[in-house]
């Protein structure tokens, strides 16, 4: 995908067809992203995640897989949500932080979502190193080739965050 942009600021304000929230995988609410999308976006995105939960993900949903629901009260149409895993110095769990991004975009493109708002997935309280997670994010979203979407509109939360995830597109982006 060659049209990725990043913004700093707030995921629940973000005018696009699809918002992937950073969920748990009881798909329930918490906290972070997920919980600012479940509060803002109001009672219709947890009625149709406990229906997922009851219909297809009783024990939850898998961490790199992702699901979408409507947006409630959001100004999108959808949210996908996405489980992200936990960081781990023992473990190398980066191609499940990939397939987070590569699921949501291949569910995007099943919903004919033009614009996808990405937050930096794992990177809260799940504490995935920041510059690590832009790298992963990134480059899978440039590498990926989605049939309906147009734009990955990165929503970063601080300067911090914004500056490490501008540093690593131009990086990715040289020649």
């Not at 699809?18 to 009625?47: F, M, W």
Request: aromatic share 6%.
């Amino acid at each position: 995908m060659t049209n990725i942009t990043l913004i700093m600021g707030d995921i629940t304000e973000q005018s696009v067809d699809a918002v992937v929230n950073a969920a748990n995988s009881s798909l329930l609410g918490g906290g972070g992203v997920d919980g600012a999308i479940h509060r803002k976006g109001g009672p219709e995105i947890l009625a149709e995640c406990r229906v997922l939960r009851a219909a297809q993900y009783g024990g939850g949903l898998p961490a790199g897989q992702a699901v979408a629901t409507t947006a409630g009260r959001l100004p999108a149409r959808w949210v996908i949500h996405t489980v992200g895993p936990v960081w781990s110095d023992t473990e190398d769990r980066s191609d499940t932080l990939a397939s987070c991004y590569r699921e949501s975009l291949r569910v995007a493109d099943e919903l004919g979502a033009r614009t996808v708002a990405f937050p930096a997935i794992s990177t809260g309280v799940y504490r995935w190193p920041l510059a690590d997670a832009a790298r992963i994010a990134l480059s899978t979203v440039l590498a990926a080739h989605p049939e309906t979407v147009a734009e990955g509109r990165f929503v970063l939360f601080g300067q911090d965050a914004y500056d490490v995830f501008a540093d690593t597109l131009r990086a990715l982006s040289a020649p």
